[in-house]
């Protein structure tokens, strides 16, 4: 049974064969691959791909997190029960009763 790199190349020398555009690409990226500096603006051009999917993640949970505060501070301006509100907003009880303490002082 043929390995499945042999198997890859070999459906790559069939496109290759099929569409030139193919055989051209693999050229210019065989040479770019062995281009030092080439090789050193792909890789930073990775880690700034990286960096901003991480930022961008980061900025999503950050916009859960307040909205789940902006729910339970609701929650308790309408006098529900810390362990409810805790429950449904699925923030910690010792965070509900933080805000529960921002809102009895109106600071929320």
């Known amino acids: 049974m043929p390995s499945r790199s ?39 051009r990775q880690k700034a791909i ?4 991480t930022r961008i993640e980061g ?13 339970a501070k609701n929650m308790l301006k309408k006098g529900l029960d810390i362990a409810f509100v805790a429950e ?3 923030l910690p009880e010792s965070e509900v009763l933080e805000l529960n303490e921002k809102v009895a002082n109106g600071r929320s």
């Open 50 to 53: 990286y960096d901003e999917v």
């Open 6 to 44: 042999n198997q890859v190349e070999d459906v790559l020398e069939v496109l290759k064969m099929e569409d030139p555009a193919i055989a051209k690409a693999e050229q210019i990226l065989d040479w770019l691959s062995c281009d030092k500096e080439t090789l050193r603006l792909y890789d930073l």
């Open 59 to 71: 900025a999503r949970d950050e916009g859960k997190k307040e909205g789940k505060i902006e729910v």
């Open 88 to 90: 449904v907003s699925g």
